[in-house]
């Protein structure tokens, strides 16, 4: 098979009328992206059901998140490399079904060994499916790279608060049979990738026929200095998603150990953490398009530091307003970070979307266990204060390299 890799320049909307075309493949990809993180958050969410029917301990629960996780994570990297030399345009469908047979399996399952199997498909489904959509939206983004991420991103933050609620709803009364209900929304979600399939096929044809273009949104840097850059980025995205981990996990335990709430006092502040959140992510890529993406990174990670370093010490009315300032801020640096990454290194946008798509979810994962241990044998005040020196790596962002700079000093050379 010849090994054909689809630079940025390649995957530019040649014409304005081709406009409505992308907006409604970026919709789409946005709109599988929130079905897939909604399966995904399932899995956590009924692991009560879980517990009980299989007279599971908490090291057997680890090892089922652990499972999922390390191939959610591990493999997207791996993924996006193959696909950016053999794009595979039917490979998000494919992914897709591979998560639906997880769901059937959880539904279904008798025994751990059958619980583990399906964590590590569902995993194995998301870990297809980051990736190549990622590419999808870049493809459908005309030109407009970061607000094409920060849409698409939102699709997940969506799905990922909505799921614990539709579990909830629907498999908590139901028991562990409920959970086939959500085969629905992976069907529908094949059914939507495989029209997306038949566009990107299509693409890939068209720039096929297409004389070779130069590269116009690549900075040429020295291999070097691209290393260090990718290290600063992934730096950044472990102090957003640690941070992150410690609202995402341990917030309502927080509010209900600090200022005694109730349980649905903490679950509203929460809830409107999570909007903050997808209010953020919404935002951060269209500024970084207009201003670049190095500003959106300096004031995403280190900008948050003052409000991070005051909420530990705060009362409850303005713990709920410097969340929402935290959440919103913080969120917006994902979609800068995972676009300059891909400028940094153009015609790998799979493997660079896989390895911080991966990452991110890793250090989620990772974040939450370690917060939880240290929590343990501190309290989760103290776990705030300690969370509250995080965005302070945000700083290594003066040494990123300014690609806009760079693009325009080769332009006028």
Same mark, same amino acid.
């Not at 199997?117 to 005309?142: D, K, T, W, Y």
């Not at 300032?325 to 940094?344: M, P, T």
């Given at each position: 098979m010849t090994t054909q890799i689809i630079t940025n320049a390649e995957v530019e909307a040649p014409h304005r009328r081709d406009e409505g075309t992308l907006f409604r493949v970026l919709t789409a990809v946005s709109f599988c992206h929130l079905l897939n993180d909604m399966v995904q958050s399932l899995l956590p969410s009924i692991y009560p059901i879980l517990k009980s029917s299989f007279s599971l301990d908490f090291g057997q629960i680890g090892l089922i998140t652990l499972t999922n996780q390390i191939t959610a994570s591990l493999l997207q990297p791996f993924i996006g490399h193959y696909t950016d030399r053999r794009p595979m345009p039917y490979s998000l469908p494919i992914g897709?079904?591979?998560?639906?047979?997880?769901?059937?399996?959880?539904?279904?399952?008798?025994?751990?060994?059958?619980?583990?199997?399906?964590?590590?498909?569902?995993? !194995?489904?998301?870990?297809?499916?980051?990736?190549?959509?990622?590419?999808?939206?870049?493809?459908?983004?005309?030109?407009?790279?970061?607000? $094409?991420?920060?849409?698409?991103?939102?699709?997940?933050?969506?799905?990922?608060?909505?799921?614990?609620?539709? $579990?909830?709803?629907i498999v908590l009364p139901r028991g562990q049979g409920g959970v086939a209900w959500f085969s629905l929304a992976a069907l529908l979600g094949i059914a939507v990738l495989v029209r997306v399939g038949v566009w990107y096929k299509g693409r890939l044809e068209h720039l096929q026929r297409r004389p070779p273009k130069h590269e116009e949104h690549a900075a040429a840097l020295p291999r070097r200095q691209v290393i260090a850059a990718i290290f600063i980025l992934v730096a950044l995205i472990f102090s957003k998603y640690f941070y992150l981990a410690s609202i995402t996990s341990y917030y309502t335990f927080y509010l209900i150990n600090r200022f005694h709430v109730s349980v649905q006092s903490s679950q509203i502040h929460l809830f409107v953490f999570l909007g903050a959140v997808a209010a953020g992510t919404l935002i951060g890529g269209p500024v970084g398009d207009r201003i670049g993406r190095k500003v959106v990174i300096w004031?995403?990670?280190?900008? !948050?530091?003052?409000?991070?370093?005051?909420?530990?010490?705060?009362?409850?009315?303005?713990?709920?307003?410097?969340? !929402?300032?935290?959440?919103?801020?913080? $969120?917006?640096?994902?979609?800068?970070?995972? /676009?300059?990454?891909?400028?940094? /290194?153009p015609g790998r946008v799979g493997m660079i979307s896989g390895l911080f798509f991966g990452f991110a979810f890793g250090m989620g994962g990772i974040g939450a266990a370690v917060l939880g241990k240290l929590a343990d044998s501190t309290s989760i005040v103290f776990v705030y204060k300690v969370c509250a020196f995080l965005p302070a790596i945000g700083l290594l962002t003066g040494f990123l390299p300014n690609l806009e700079r760079t693009r325009r000093r080769e332009a006028t050379a």
């Open positions: 897709m079904t591979v998560t639906l047979t997880g769901l059937v399996l959880v539904a279904v399952a008798h025994n751990f060994i059958l619980l583990l199997l399906a964590a590590s498909l569902i995993g !194995v489904g998301s870990a297809v499916f980051h990736p190549e959509s990622s590419r999808v939206a870049h493809m459908a983004s005309g030109g407009r790279h970061g607000m $094409a991420q920060s849409f698409f991103q939102v699709g997940g933050n969506t799905g990922s608060a909505i799921g614990p609620l539709l $579990a909830a709803l004031c995403s990670i280190l900008g !948050v530091l003052p409000f991070t370093l005051l909420l530990p010490y705060a009362n409850l009315l303005w713990t709920g307003v410097l969340s !929402v300032v935290i959440g919103f801020v913080i $969120a917006s640096a994902f979609s800068a970070i995972l /676009v300059y990454a891909q400028e940094l /290194v």
